[in-house]
């Protein structure tokens, strides 16, 4: 009986131990998305997971795909970033060669319209803060007032062209002397040379995975499993089975 209940104590350890690592991290929630800051995971309630795209700036494909497909992560394709974006209520398309974009107004000092929350979860990739007026042809201010900006790879390159596709989402710019409050974009990607191969400074990787179960939701099967088998380890035999 004593063995049962140190089998029993030790599980319920452990996964109280789990659990309290997963309650203790930061999470962010926008718009059915939220971003594990421990992780730098951004997941959708349907179980789609992206990884942030600040991690993998700087960065090629290849040399993305290098560190994270071990571990499931694909290039995302462009339905996927279409579906991302409507999420968001930006009205994009799919079609690689294509480009789309859209504005909104300029609000003073204010960072909480869609895009401010897209970048909080995806991860600042470029910034700009200070007051160089040649700097994409405006002058930017600091904190809440300064440009931030997550952009990203991602694509099929169906037609073969070895070009891929490139989103971005930008706070607080200015363009001919007009402020923006925000701009998200997505469209055709003509870099320097095949980004299978090349690094783009300011840009990540967008990467996805799908899971079907969450992380908590495992734990708890797991927890249960065990329990299960730790009572039939050291359950009593019945009087019949003495015999």
């Known amino acids: ?19 309290s690592s997963l309650a203790n991290a930061e999470l962010v929630t926008h718009n059915n998305y939220t971003l594990d800051t ?22 090629s494909i290849s040399e993305a795909m290098s560190d994270y497909a071990i ?11 279409n579906a991302l974006f409507a999420d968001f209520g930006w009205t994009v398309g799919t079609d690689e060669n294509t480009g789309y974009g859209q504005s909104s107004s300029f ?28 700097v994409f ?22 037609d073969n062209d070895e070009r891929y596709n490139n989103a971005s989402v930008i706070s607080d710019y200015t363009f ?10 997505l469209g055709a990607d003509t870099p320097d040379g095949d980004r299978r191969t090349s690094r783009s400074e300011g840009t990540g990787i967008a990467l996805v ?21 730790a009572s039939r380890r050291f359950k009593k035999p019945s009087k019949r089975q003495e015999r």
Not at 38 to 59: K, Y
Not at 144 to 153: K, N, Q, Y
Request: aromatic share 8%; with cysteine.
């Open 209 to 229: 995975r799908v899971t079907s179960v969450s992380e908590p939701v495992s734990l708890a099967v797991f927890a249960l499993g065990i329990m299960g088998l």
């Open 71 to 81: 571990d499931g992560w694909v290039l995302a394709g462009n339905a996927q970033m």
């Open 38 to 59: 421990s992780t730098h995971i951004v997941t959708h309630t349907d179980g789609t997971e992206w990884l942030q795209w600040d991690e993998t700036e700087g960065r």
């Open 107 to 134: 609000t003073s000092n204010v960072d909480d319209s869609a895009m401010d929350e897209f970048i909080e979860l995806f991860g600042v990739t470029f910034s700009v803060s200070g007051g160089d007026p040649l």
């Open 1 to 19: 009986m004593l063995k049962k209940t140190a089998v029993i104590r030790l599980v319920v350890a452990s996964v109280c131990l789990a659990v």
């Open 176 to 185: 001919d002397s007009q402020w923006y409050d925000d701009k998200v974009s």
């Open 137 to 158: 042809g405006g002058v930017f201010g600091d904190g809440v007032a300064s440009l931030r900006l997550t952009s990203a790879t991602f694509g099929n390159d169906l």
